[in-house]
Nanobody
Framework: QVQLMESGGGLVQAGGSLRLSCAAS????????MGWYRQAPGKQRELVAQ???????NYADSVKGRFTISRDNAKNTGYLQMNSLKPEDTGVYYC????????WGQGTQVTVSS
């Protein structure tokens, strides 16, 4: 059974930092593309960052220079380091993993207060 489990969300003041983790099980994590989406209230889910199995990284323009995605294949875990957080970064953050199929975590809430 494939499972992705996010952790690390919470409430932080603007300018603060959070580190999200995504622990994967039931898949060969190292060969999957993984990444993070977020969904703000009343808005569509949007891609935040993605890292391929080969290490190619993409970021949404809105988070470039502030967020860093990484992965530790030995731990089957992906990370999203979020610095200089803004109120507009508030939302539910979901990690996903994709090869031929796509898998999603349950989401973790990030709230940035002004």
């Amino acid at each position: 059974q494939v499972q992705l489990m996010e952790s690390g969300g919470g409430l932080v003041q603007a300018g603060g930092s959070l580190r999200l983790s995504c622990a994967a099980s039931g898949i060969i994590f190292s060969i999957h593309t993984m990444g993070w989406y977020r969904q703000a209230p009343g808005k569509q889910r949007e891609l935040v960052a993605q890292i391929t199995s080969g290490g190619k990284i993409n970021y949404a323009d809105s988070v470039k220079g502030r967020f860093t995605i990484s992965r530790d294949n030995a731990k089957n875990t992906g990370y999203l380091q979020m610095n200089s957080l803004k109120p507009e970064d508030t939302g539910v953050y979901y990690c996903y993993s994709r090869l031929t199929n796509e898998y999603w975590g349950q989401g973790t809430q990030v709230t940035v207060s002004s």
